[in-house]
């Protein structure tokens, strides 16, 4: 039973028929009861499911270093929440039950500062990545002094090794450590450009693919 507390045009806390009623940091609510599900394993709700876990599995990895990535589009979401939402739209390839990131499409920062240009990826060094790429910091918004973000994911280990504030856009490379264990395994790489302090990053780049030297 339902309990009004301010007359008749008040708000109420309890279930009245099928309205529940409630209070939430001094506001008052109303929601209809959720219909029951009666097949909570259709086709549909598999497949986004599917789609879900397979994105979530690309990102949780990199949950800390998205907290930066995506920082400017935490807008009534959180920055990880932003990720998960651009990444489902953009970054699935394949069809139920085979789903799989398409590593190419996929974004681990958002923003408008130019990004890096003609981007690669090398391993020629035991536990070493190397990013190398054009300067353009005579591009529009761009500086030379714009800070190098990168990401390493490794897929067989799901782990992931980043980097905030590496070298800077002027310099066009960055050498990355990454753990012995990577060695012979096929890392997905991705770098990015946030300028001197911090407020704008650039879409991050997707440097390629490349085997852990061993």
Partial sequence: MGTIKQGVLGGFSGKIGTVVGGSWKGINYMRGMA??????????????????????????????????????????????????????????????????????NALVTRGSLPGALNPEVTSTIADQVEFSWQDNSEESIAAASDATLVVIFNPAKQRAVTMIGGGTRSVGSQVVAVPASFAGDLVHCYVAFQNANQSVLSDSVYAGAVTVFN
């Fill in 35 to 104: 219909s029951s599900v009666s097949n909570p394993r259709t086709e549909l709700q598999l497949d986004q499911r599917s789609r879900f876990s397979t994105v979530l599995k690309f990102l949780k990895p990199l949950t800390p270093f998205l907290k930066i990535g995506f920082k400017n589009y935490a807008v009534k979401m959180t920055a990880f929440n932003n990720a998960m939402s651009y990444n489902l739209q953009n970054a699935i390839t394949g069809a139920y039950p085979n789903y799989s990131i398409g590593y190419p």
